[in-house]
């Protein structure tokens, strides 16, 4: 079993900065990559971000690329998301997850590769 607590979200200008954290306990955490999704209202859940087990590799989508940077610091067993430059498009319910399998060298994208989820953090830009 594992948990995961996202935290971090807000209210922010467009323009302005947050960082989340995904804290995870219970689990070897060092093993298993983890990945940020989001979910506006009325819109499917999103892939936004993932890194694999050691922080070797990362992957974004196209709009986030530039702007978001996910990395992670095992012996915290936190990951985190700095989002910078934020658009009110970005508002929406941040969520965590690992990765299904552990030691993943490629992170995935579908939510179906993950296995954990956090109970999400809401992160809003005005314009």
């Known amino acids: 079993q594992v948990q995961l607590v996202e935290s971090g979200g807000g209210l922010v200008q467009a323009g302005g900065s947050l960082r989340l954290s995904c804290a995870a306990s219970?689990?070897?955490?060092?093993?298993?990559?983890v990945g940020w999704f989001r979910q506006a209202p009325g819109k499917e859940r999103e892939f936004v971000a993932t890194?694999?087990?050691?922080?070797?590799?990362?992957d974004y989508t196209d709009s986030v690329k530039d702007r978001f940077t996910i990395s992670r610091d095992n012996a915290k067993n936190t990951v985190y998301l700095q989002m910078n430059s934020l658009k009110p498009e970005d508002t929406a319910v941040y969520y965590c997850?690992?990765?299904?399998?552990?030691?993943?060298?490629?992170?995935?994208?579908?939510?179906?590769?993950?296995?954990?989820w956090g109970q999400g953090t809401q992160v809003t830009v005005s314009s």
């Open positions: 997850a690992t990765h299904a399998l552990s030691f993943r060298v490629v992170p995935p994208r579908t939510s179906r590769d993950y296995g954990y």
């Open positions: 219970g689990r070897t955490f060092s093993n298993y990559g």
């Open positions: 890194i694999n087990w050691n922080g070797g590799r990362t």
